[in-house]
Each structure stands twice: as structure tokens, then as C-alpha cells.
């Protein structure tokens, strides 16, 4: 992943933090609406250049990303167009999913433990969290009910799920969102056990890596 510019993987993972920061915010300071959507954006166009390690993906995620940056800067639900709602979030899925992937390969290909590869391997993490919130947005567009949100949190679907994913990605599961369905359930413990393999996982490369690079020298 040579033409990967320098600090890619420290940009993206600083908007990353950046979106994940101003979710659950959106529903009491709509002024920052303006700033997340374009955090999301940037995550969008920045990731296209992510896995430009091969001619054909860019222009993979660059197709997949459309959907999403119209479901981004177009209120579908306002518009009462829950199908491109849909639409946009299987799009989100498909594109974060190749861009983690190529992420991952690029994390676990390289010789050294530099702070690009921390910083890669940490954007994957995010995005597992991401790809799962839409997940849960799906699930609860096809099968209605699917969790049991607080009264104070109903209508604030995305930011909610988002915010419930990454509470599950890291076990913390304070429990003031419940799974019900049982697709929900599934997928709530597909992810848990997700996120804790690949820290681990993720941890142990690292410091093969650390040490077979000390012990070369």
C-alpha cells in the first residue's frame, strides 16, 4: 500500500474519533449536523484512497460511497423514502466492510509496528463498530422493534444505534438499549465476540511484530 499518502490512516482515524464524538450530540446541539455530515464525508472520500493498493477497489468503494453520501446530505426519512434509507444503509455496509478489509490486510502485512500501522489497526476497530450500527439500523427497518430504546432516545435512530454498537463492541453494555428480536440478539453478540478476538488478535501481531523486528537488529 505504497501510494497510500503519509498520515492517511492518522486523518481518518482523528474524523473517525471526531464522528463517533458528535453522535450522540446531534439531537441536542443541531448545529453540529453541519460538522458531522461533513465528518462522515471526509471518512467517505478518505477511505475511497485507503485501499488504493489495487486499480479496481478505489473504484469499487468510490460506487458503493454514492448511496451513502446521498443518504448523508438528503433527509430520506423527511422525505418519506425509507427504501433509499435502506439503500444507503447496505451501502454503508458494503463500503466500510471493503475498506476495513483492505485496512486489515495492509495491518497485517506489515514488517514493522510503526504509528501507521497502530493507527490503521485502530481504524479497522472503528469501523467494525460503524459497520454494525448500520446493521442494527437495518435490522430495525426490516423488522420493526427489534430494540427497546428509552423514551428520551426514541426518533434518534442513527446516533442511537451507532452509539449502542460501539457500548457492544467494547462489552461495556450499560443496558439501557436492549436486543429483543432475535436477529438483534444475533448480531449483538456476533459483534461483542468480534471486538474482543480482534484485540486480541490484534494485540498478539503487534508484538510478534515488535519483537521479531528488535530481535533482526
Known amino acids: 500500500m505504497n501510494s497510500i499518502a503519509p498520515y492517511r490512516f492518522h486523518s481518518l482515524l482523528i474524523i473517525l474519533l471526531l464522528m463517533i464524538f458528535l ?64 439503500v444507503g444503509s447496505i451501502s454503508g455496509i458494503l463500503y466500510f466492510a471493503l475498506i476495513a478489509g483492505g485496512i486489515l490486510v495492509f495491518v497485517f502485512s506489515s514488517r514493522n509496528v510503526t504509528w501507521e500501522v497502530i493507527s490503521a489497526a485502530l481504524v479497522v476497530y472503528l469501523l467494525l463498530g460503524t459497520i454494525w450500527s448500520f446493521g442494527y439500523t437495518l435490522t430495525n427497518l426490516f423488522v420493526p422493534g427489534s430494540f427497546i430504546i428509552p423514551d428520551h432516545l426514541v426518533g434518534q435512530d442513527g446516533p442511537s444505534y451507532m452509539y449502542y454498537s460501539f457500548i457492544t463492541l467494547t462489552t461495556v ?13 444475533s448480531l449483538s453478540m ?14 498478539a501481531r503487534l508484538v510478534g511484530m515488535h519483537v521479531a523486528h528488535s530481535m533482526s537488529k
Open 23 to 86: 453522535a450522540p450530540l446531534l439531537e441536542d446541539f443541531r448545529t453540529i449536523r453541519m460538522v458531522f455530515d461533513i465528518a462522515l464525508s471526509l471518512i467517505l472520500i478518505i477511505g475511497c484512497f485507503a485501499v488504493s493498493r489495487r486499480k479496481l477497489t478505489p473504484w469499487i468503494a468510490i460506487i458503493l460511497s454514492i448511496p451513502m453520501l446521498l443518504s448523508i446530505w438528503i433527509d430520506f426519512p423527511k422525505l418519506n423514502l425509507p427504501q433509499m434509507e435502506i
Open 173 to 185: 453494555g450499560y443496558g439501557d438499549i436492549t436486543p429483543i428480536s432475535g436477529i438483534a440478539r
Open 190 to 203: 456476533l459483534e461483542g465476540i468480534i471486538g474482543q478476538t480482534y484485540m486480541a488478535v490484534l494485540v
